[in-house]
């Protein structure tokens, strides 16, 4: 490292055959220290080579990670890399909706976070490892896997755990955000919540999210703003399915207030990000499914989730059979939304129309479809839908366009 710090850039293959040397010195299985195991893995070699940590700074004021040696340029330089990968694997968080462009895999982006954060024994018999690298690690993969559509019960737990490590040097923001992964998982969880505590939860975690998102720090930085917004939809999805497992409608007067404020911070930081326009749309829409409020007025909203896919078409129900190059799952989540809350408005056969194209779109990106629908007062889907979308949660997408 010192020499690649140091040295002309015609000297350049110098470092490269000392990294070669290494590796064949270290070439048994295991003989490789754990802190420099991310040095001779692809994504490692290419980072140290490339020179992108030249000059080095000490850490910023936000740093999402921790070195152990503050004197140590080993120490230094894996921290700058930790904080590479953490920031392309929220990236990769912020495009789960998407269609991928061939990029590295998400969760492979999280095994190398773990990796570089497994540090190893000091001199004085202490293991070094990063703890907060390790929590966010486990964050983010609980935030991918729902993404995804599924529970990842298991990745909560061993996230908690993690949590536990690092309370006692915790900014407000990894404690909001872990304040709103609790939140959520205990309605995903329990098979009979109850309302109060997870409303309580969910108020406890938003209030810790508007505090972060009063620091100028947090709002400046891509990689919290994702982190933020991530967590926000959590509380709307939270206080959403709370609301359809109750069977009331419209919501009482706490939910509605919950859900009016936590959209207010998603809608605050969604304002300059064209790519959430969609999403507020969505959630906007919702908000008024939970209030009860006039179902043809919530149609048009959700027009606009539609648009671009839309194009000419009049009204949501008419979307089968539209194209386009980039489907988003907003879409896809607009069409379930106005087939389980806006029966009133569609026939049987508009309704299965909707849900093969979400079933088309969500197979597109590789994603599940949430929860079925359950009974409301706007009219309600048909027994065909609800079954429709049962099989859409329960089975692979291909198996349903089949069915379809």
Not at 17 to 29: C, E, G, H, N, Q
Not at 205 to 233: F, G, I, K, N, Y
Not at 274 to 289: F, G, M, S
Not at 360 to 386: D, K, N, W, Y
């Amino acid at each position: 490292m010192r020499l690649l710090d140091c040295c002309h850039v015609r000297l350049l293959f110098a470092p490269r055959i000392l990294l070669f040397r290494a590796r064949r010195v270290w070439s048994s299985p295991g003989a490789v220290p754990a802190e420099l195991k991310w040095v001779f893995e692809e994504n490692g070699r290419s980072f140290l080579l490339s020179r992108e940590w030249i000059p080095l700074q000490g850490p910023s004021e936000d740093a999402m990670t921790r070195r152990a040696d503050s004197c140590s340029l080993l120490a230094a330089v894996s921290q700058l890399y930790r904080e590479r990968v953490l920031h392309r694997a929220v990236a990769a968080l912020a495009a789960s909706g998407r269609p991928s462009r061939g990029g590295p895999d998400a969760l492979h982006l999280v095994e190398l976070l773990e990796g570089a954060s497994e540090g190893g024994v000091s001199a004085m018999g202490a293991v070094e490892r990063d703890e907060l690298a390790l929590w966010w690690a486990a964050l983010l993969r609980v935030a991918l896997l729902w993404a995804r559509g599924e529970q990842a019960l298991q990745e909560c737990v061993q996230a908690e755990a993690a949590l536990r490590n690092v309370r006692d040097h915790m900014d407000p923001l990894p404690r909001a955000v872990a304040s709103a992964m609790i939140a959520r998982k205990g309605l995903l969880a329990a098979q009979q919540p109850s309302a109060r505590d997870t409303l309580n939860a969910c108020n406890r975690a938003s209030t810790r999210l508007w505090d972060c998102a009063s620091h100028p720090r947090h709002l400046a930085s891509a990689t919290s703003q994702v982190l933020l917004t991530t967590s926000c939809e959590w509380l709307l999805q939270t206080r959403a399915e709370l609301w359809e497992r109750s069977g009331k409608a419209p919501a009482s007067g706490p939910h509605t207030d919950g859900f009016h404020r936590d959209l207010a911070l998603f809608r605050r930081l969604a304002q300059n990000s064209p790519e959430l326009q969609l999403k507020l749309h969505l959630y906007e829409a919702t908000q008024r499914v939970v209030a009860g409020a006039n179902p043809v007025k919530t149609q048009l909203g959700l027009d606009r989730c539609l648009r671009r896919r839309l194009s000419h078409y009049p009204s949501v129900v008419c979307a089968k059979g539209s194209t386009e190059n980039e489907p988003r799952k907003e879409e896809a989540d607009a069409l379930l939304l106005a087939c389980k809350h806006l029966g009133s408005l569609t026939s049987r056969d508009q309704k299965d129309g909707m849900l093969a194209e979400a079933a088309s779109i969500l197979g597109a990106l590789g994603l599940q479809a949430g929860s079925p629908p359950v009974p409301t007062t706007h009219g309600g889907p048909c027994r065909g839908c609800c079954m429709l979308s049962s099989r859409i949660s329960r089975r692979s997408f291909y198996c349903i366009e089949m069915y379809l």
